[in-house]
């Protein structure tokens, strides 16, 4: 990392499931830093690990902000929720919209100014991280399992020790 510039190395899994491979020498991207356990925490948790990726579908002007369109992947959808928390680019941003293939965001001046969001354009592709205590939830939710098997959700809550004994 020097100023103005860094260098990582990418894996495999990495390139097949991100933007990162359509990315050239000179790039902007959006970097933070991690999250420290004695700073406050501010907005929603963001891991960086990308679960998809979206493309801009529209892009307008709406009042003193842009109104983003972008059509996810449809395994993507049971976790965004109208206004929920997402990550798109390593932006954490609030969702306006959703339905089971779609959401919108609105962005505000700064944030255009400040990121890569300013300069993207409908047709882009964008990293898309579904809020991760989401895809928790609906783990535990399924008891673990990695299928669709239905699961007595009140019997589950009861072992977990999230219902008094007895209900």
Do not use: W
Not at 77 to 86: D, E, L, N, T
Not at 101 to 115: A, D, G, K, R
């Amino acid at each position: 990392l020097t100023p103005g510039q860094f260098v990582a190395d990418v894996s495999n899994e990495t390139l097949s499931a991100t933007t990162m491979g359509n990315i050239k020498a000179g790039s902007a991207v959006n970097l933070e830093c991690a999250l420290q356990a004695q700073t406050r925490l501010g907005g929603h948790m963001v891991s960086g690990h990308v679960d998809g990726v979206a493309q801009i579908t529209e892009r307008k002007a709406d009042a003193r902000s842009v109104r983003f369109i972008f059509a996810m992947p449809k395994e993507l959808a049971r976790y965004v929720a109208q206004k929920g928390s997402i990550c798109i680019d390593g932006i954490s941003l609030t969702v306006n919209t959703v339905d089971e293939s779609s959401f919108s965001v609105n962005i505000v001046p700064h944030t255009l100014e400040m990121t890569t969001l300013g300069n993207r354009k409908v047709g882009d592709a964008v990293n898309l991280e579904v809020d991760v205590i989401a895809r928790y939830l609906e783990r535990l939710m399924m008891g673990g399992s990695q299928t669709n098997e239905v699961v007595d959700y009140k019997e589950l809550l009861g072992k977990s020790g999230f219902l008094p004994k007895g209900h």
